[in-house]
């Protein structure tokens, strides 16, 4: 059995801008996004930890780690899907996330599993 497709967690968002909790005269862009976490492997694994890397327009940089998402450390079975929704607040109406979470398999064996970069953007403010 390949490990790569052992251990493979499958990684999706969907974002929105918030405006009635941004502030565009304060430079405070709300943006909600929701993940979809799928166990597209072979064995189950449990979501420990999160590292985000959020980005704005002006290349301003911001590290998030903690444990679990949204107050939880979701198990995986093979198939299984977790979604969750959350929300980040940049200084430019255009930016940028990508990370990974930190996961724990079944058999004790230890991996990341990659956050694809998404966009966050007011709308009609990209073309």
Not at 61 to 76: A, D, F, M, S, Y
Not at 94 to 101: D, F, I, N
């Amino acid at each position: 059995m390949a490990e790569a497709r052992k251990y493979q967690i499958t990684v999706s968002a969907t974002t929105r801008f918030v405006p009635d909790q941004s502030d565009e005269a304060s430079n405070r862009y709300v943006f909600a996004y929701t993940i979809t976490i799928a166990n597209t492997g072979q064995v189950a694994a449990q979501l420990i930890s999160r590292h985000w890397v959020i980005t704005d327009a002006h290349d301003k940089t911001q590290e998030v780690r903690g444990l679990g998402v949204v107050g939880e450390q979701p198990l995986l079975k093979p198939g299984d899907r977790f979604e969750y929704t959350s929300g980040t607040a940049i200084a430019t109406p255009v930016g940028a996330m990508k990370g990974s979470y930190q996961m724990v398999a079944e058999d004790g064996s230890q991996f990341e599993a990659e956050i694809p970069e998404f966009i966050l953007a007011v709308p009609r403010v990209l073309h």
